[in-house]
């Protein structure tokens, strides 16, 4: 049980160019989510899937687009990277436990710089 | 609008003793989710508790508890004896019921847990 998995941990970009963040879980979760966290600051949510086949904007979503593939993965991508998107990439999963309370899991994050 | 406060930008505390970070929150929405997570040195993000706005009893969970009150719109992380691996940010969010699955985050506590 690998929980939230994340590729790649590392990337440099130049501006310009598009790359696409992969995010699996393994735990059947419904919902899924891509953050993005600057220095000092708080998570910011870029994208959310509340289930299979849908995904929904949240408030930093502009230079972005996502595909929810399947249950088990939503994938980040950037079509013309920008160095204000130079970052720390979070993906999430969450559902609920049987006692009714949400839980949420989180990848190890992927750090983006882009030049 | 939803907005998360949290104003101790850090905090000091003696192992083996309790420490509380306040979280504030302001929003609408008639039922909300609170959302407690610990991120440290390392950079991975790690739930730890959740609270319902219509839970009848605060949470708890293990050495974590979240003092809820409601009227005053505040869900302060309470962490009984603390431990030098305690020392990390901590970061508040909230989910409302009008905001689909998205969350929102504050800017985080910074924790040092001292010999």
């Known amino acids: 049980n690998a929980g939230v998995t994340q590729t790649p941990k590392f990337q440099v970009l130049k501006t310009g160019q598009s790359m696409t963040l992969q995010c699996a879980q393994d735990?059947?979760?419904?919902?899924m989510y891509w953050y993005r966290q600057d220095p000092g600051m708080g998570l910011r949510l870029i994208y959310y899937?509340?289930?299979?086949?849908?995904?929904d904007k949240g408030e930093v979503p502009n230079g972005y687009n996502v595909s929810r593939l399947n249950k088990r993965e939503f994938s980040l991508r950037l079509e013309s990277a920008a160095p204000s998107q130079t970052s720390v990439y979070f993906c999430?999963?969450?559902?609920?436990?049987?006692?009714?309370?949400?839980?949420?899991?989180f990848g190890p994050g992927t750090r983006l710089l882009v030049l | 609008a939803q907005k998360i406060t949290q104003t101790q930008p850090g905090m000091f505390v003696q192992e083996k003793e309790a420490v509380t970070l306040d979280c504030t929150y302001d929003?609408?929405?008639?039922?909300?989710?609170l959302f407690w997570y610990k991120q440290p040195s390392s950079g991975e993000m790690i739930f730890l508790i959740y609270?319902?706005?219509?839970?009848?009893q605060n949470a708890t969970e293990g050495r974590y508890s979240l003092n809820f009150q409601k009227a005053r719109k505040s869900a302060n992380l309470v962490i009984s004896a603390s431990q030098l691996g305690d020392s990390a940010m901590y970061f508040c969010?909230?989910?409302?019921?009008?905001?689909?699955?998205?969350?929102?985050f504050g800017t985080g506590t910074s924790l040092t847990v001292i010999p």
């Open positions: 999430a999963s969450s559902d609920f436990k049987p006692n009714g309370k949400k839980t949420q899991y």
């Open positions: 735990m059947n979760h419904n919902s």
């Open positions: 899937s509340a289930s299979e086949g849908t995904t």
């Open positions: 929003t609408s929405d008639p039922s909300y989710g």
């Open positions: 609270q319902g706005s219509y839970d009848q």
């Open positions: 969010a909230m989910r409302g019921s009008n905001t689909g699955n998205q969350f929102y």
